[in-house]
């Protein structure tokens, strides 16, 4: 009867070690997000230029893209960068349904971002154990993804839906949460959000313009990104 109980509570030490460690690893990865301060989101129409974009921040000291299901070429965007350039972080943005975070982790996405609290994605994420940062805009919001025990969210549409004032009043009661604000973030705004407590980091494409991508002008990815990047440092040192 001893060695039952020693057993299973050598047994219950590991699968509590493990959950840790799995627990841990999701909150690394959304920390070294933290740490890089932005979060380009691409909007991709053709994974052939996918890796030559991944260079490209890369390049301007940025090593992570968030490739969102806009487009047809996601997919396969995410799997190339994935495979090619392993030392960028990847992730899937506009994720809508659990079989896309499906297909985005299958492709080697290692974070996964929807732009609402859309229950099935983040509950497909968390039985997963894939960091995933859904969108949020009300406290309502904030209190299901606290639910769950998410608490560093999305804050999406940033500026449409009051910006900075808005983050400032919704932040106040969650003291514990962090917001990765996006949507209408630009070189201009970036150091004003940085600045906030709550901001983890910021999303934006206004440096991945898929106009840009298609038309390969990955000098000027880089040039953006180094900007970006600069803003980041400055506020933050
Ligand atoms: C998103 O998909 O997260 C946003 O559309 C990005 O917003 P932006 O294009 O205003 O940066």
């Not at 959304?30 to 991709?44: D, W």
């Not at 971002?113 to 994605?121: D, E, M, T």
């Not at 932040?171 to 970036?190: C, D, E, H």
Request: proline residues 5%.
């Amino acid at each position: 009867m001893k060695d039952i109980l020693t057993a299973s509570s050598i047994l219950a030490d590991f699968f509590f070690d493990f959950c840790t460690k799995r627990g841990q690893l999701m909150t690394d990865l959304l920390e070294k997000l933290g740490l890089l301060g932005m979060v380009p989101v691409v909007k991709i129409d053709r994974s052939e230029d996918a890796v030559e974009l991944g260079r490209a921040l890369m390049a301007g000291g940025l090593p992570c893209a968030e490739i969102t299901f806009r487009t047809e070429a996601a997919e396969e965007a995410i799997r190339r960068i994935s495979s090619s350039l392993p030392e960028i972080i990847v992730g899937a943005g506009t994720v809508l349904s659990a079989d896309q975070a499906d297909r985005a982790v299958s492709a080697g996405a290692q974070f996964i971002v929807s732009p609402g609290f859309n229950q099935k994605v983040v509950d497909w994420c968390l039985q997963n154990e894939i960091p995933v940062t859904p969108g949020v805009v009300t406290p309502t919001e904030i209190d299901m993804a606290l639910d769950r025990g998410l608490k560093i969210l999305k804050f999406f549409p940033a500026e449409a839906m009051g910006g900075i004032a808005t983050l400032k009043a919704i932040s106040a009661p969650y003291r514990g949460v962090k917001f990765i604000p996006t949507g209408g973030i630009n070189q201009r705004n970036l150091a004003d959000y940085l600045a906030q407590p709550s901001v983890h980091c910021c999303g934006g494409s206004w440096l991945v313009e898929a106009n840009l991508i298609s038309a390969g002008r990955f000098d000027e990815i880089t040039r953006l990104t180094k900007d970006a990047v600069s803003v980041v440092r400055l506020v933050r040192r």
